[in-house]
């Protein structure tokens, strides 16, 4: 079954620290990948997805995003976080373009130390 | 652009009362999804829409727990009657489905509606 892997429950980093959020997927081909960020109190909020082409792709708010075939990974990375940048953050999975469910992890919770 | 609209933002209700959460989706969109986040559980889907049908209702917790999408701008999620374990944010989300095979259109989610039941 097709699964998402947030190996880290809360991450704290210092403000202008590097970030890199951890995310594992369980599934044979290539699935189409997300990251999401839930700021307190609001809905999910897309910052970067992954269907084909150049493994390493930019979102918004400065993030960026690797895929590793090899590996089934799609980390999440930041040089420097901003306070701002404290959230949740989900990463998820569709199986592929003919598929509607999304697979959300379980999610990510970031923490900013000033 | 609206984006997705939920109404109520927060609900407080006694249990057994009924519940009714309202979703109006991003125009032109006509896929349609409802889930429901706790602490316990992470965000879970409840069910969805396709062009207004039911596709797959499986994550819809019991029978208390009802959603319809009469036309394509409006959908309700209805908890009857309502119990203190469905307290929880509940989320619609919307989306344009992909005309080919190459892409897939994301998810819009709207801000939530925190319901608790006492």
């Known amino acids: 079954a097709q699964s998402v892997t947030q190996p880290d429950i809360h991450i704290t980093v210092s403000e202008g620290a590097s970030l890199e959020l951890r995310c594992n997927y369980s599934y044979g081909a290539t699935p189409y990948l997300f990251w999401y960020v839930q700021s307190p109190g609001q809905g999910l909020q897309l910052l970067l997805k992954y269907f084909s082409g150049d493994t390493l792709v930019q979102g918004i708010k400065g993030f960026e995003a690797e895929f590793k075939r090899s590996q089934s990974s799609f980390n999440l990375r930041k040089p420097s976080v901003h306070w701002s940048d404290a959230a949740e953050y989900f990463c998820a999975v569709v199986r592929d373009s003919s598929a509607s469910k999304i697979i959300f992890g379980s999610g990510t919770r970031l923490s900013i130390r000033p | 652009d609206a984006g997705v609209i939920q109404s109520p933002r927060h609900e407080v209700t006694e249990m057994g009362q009924e519940v009714t959460l309202r979703c109006k989706p991003i125009?032109?969109?006509?896929?349609l999804f409802w889930y429901r986040q706790t602490m316990m559980r992470g965000l879970e889907l409840l069910i969805y829409?396709?062009?207004?049908?039911?596709?797959?209702d499986s994550g819809m917790p019991e029978d208390r727990f009802s959603a319809k999408m009469p036309n394509a701008s409006f959908s309700t999620l209805k908890i009857q009657p309502s119990e203190p374990r469905d307290s929880a944010v509940y989320f619609c989300?919307?989306?344009?489905?992909?005309?080919?095979?190459?892409?897939?259109?994301?998810?819009?989610f709207g801000p939530g509606t925190r319901l608790t039941v006492l």
């Open positions: 125009s032109g969109h006509n896929s």
């Open positions: 989300a919307s989306r344009l489905l992909a005309g080919g095979s190459s892409s897939y259109n994301e998810q819009f």
């Open positions: 829409f396709n062009n207004n049908v039911p596709i797959d």
